[in-house]
């Protein structure tokens, strides 16, 4: 199946490489060329999946035009912005669905190194399930300085305190997984479509008993552009951190039966379930039971 934007197609794509890198995008026009010439050089094989949320500077055109001339790019791209979270629970779908071995997240801002991708895959090759790009590990560096690297520093070191576990790096996106390492609809399921996700994934990780190794990155300031997190993310990562050191139930995971079919308001196959019978779908977010799906298309 050739490279595709969502509205336009109905199934996942044919992989070309083992490993599926994942970027969510949103105004991303003076990074994202950048980014993707550098992962592409690396000498890894990758596949590489654009989420991007409708962007309003021209993203989502110079995405569509190098995948017309590069089998290893896809792009999705979603109705509005619907929140950073979501949009990785996308990816991991895309990843599965795709038999893909391994998927990669980064932010797509040039933050994260890409030579840094390499580091990952190679503590995942070493044994780790998922490997955890850290900037707070020994080695660990990054280019915040005074409130912002304040806020970042004392956010993750809580986190460590409260929830009493041996990461030091919980909110950030430069992760790998090994897929078959990690029950379906750990990440999937997860309850937040925006930056709580990176934290509530990484205590899912630790107290699902997979095998997490933090590795040190470099993390810089962006390269272009201004950041997306808005101030109210602050007091949501509070609350999320509060209902994580409160609740340490196992999540409850949920599966839809087979065949899945496809979403009944936008017509992709990218669902995830949410309760006994409901699909979600993580192209538009609508939710509906099972039995309202559209069946999928016989070829």
């Known amino acids: 199946m050739p490279n595709f934007v969502a509205n336009n197609v109905v199934g996942i794509p044919v992989r070309t ?23 592409l050089a690396l000498p890894a094989q990758l596949d590489i999946l654009v989420v991007d949320d409708s962007s309003t500077d021209g993203t989502t055109a110079i995405v569509t035009g190098r995948m017309a001339s590069d089998p290893r790019i896809r792009l999705i791209v ?6 950073i979270g979501s949009a990785h629970k996308l990816g991991w779908v895309v990843a599965r669905g795709g ?3 391994r998927i990669v997240t980064l932010d797509a801002d040039l933050s994260h190194d890409p030579r840094d991708l390499l580091k990952l ?14 900037r707070f590990i020994h080695g660990g560096k990054l280019d915040y300085r005074g409130w912002r690297l304040f806020l970042s520093r004392a956010a993750n070191r ?26 379906i609809g750990l990440v999937e399921t ?10 509530t994934c990484a ?58 079919g496809n979403c009944s308001s936008c017509g992709q196959p990218y669902l995830t379930s949410t309760a006994p ?23």
């Open 17 to 39: 490489a083992d490993t599926l890198v994942v970027l969510a995008t949103y105004n991303e026009q003076g990074n994202i060329g950048l980014l993707l010439d550098r992962l």
């Open 78 to 83: 979603r109705p509005r912005k619907l929140g």
């Open 99 to 101: 038999s893909y071995s």
């Open 121 to 134: 895959i190679e503590a995942l090759d070493a044994g780790a399930d998922v490997a955890i790009g850290s």
């Open 158 to 183: 809580l986190a460590r305190i409260v929830l009493k576990m041996p990461l030091f790096e919980y909110t950030t996106s430069f992760r790998a997984a090994r897929l078959d390492r990690i029950p």
């Open 190 to 199: 997860l309850p937040s479509d925006g930056y709580g996700f990176f934290m």
């Open 203 to 260: 205590v899912r990780f630790v107290r699902s008993g997979v095998v997490v190794m933090e590795v040190p990155i470099y993390f810089r300031k962006r390269h272009s552009g201004r950041s997306k997190i808005p101030p109210l993310e602050i007091l949501r990562g509070g609350f999320v951190l509060l209902c994580l050191a409160i609740c340490r139930r196992p999540p409850k995971i949920f599966t839809l039966r087979a065949p899945i």
């Open 277 to 299: 019978g409901i699909a979600r779908c993580l192209v538009c977010l609508h939710s509906t039971t099972q039995t309202l799906l559209m069946p999928i298309a016989k070829r």
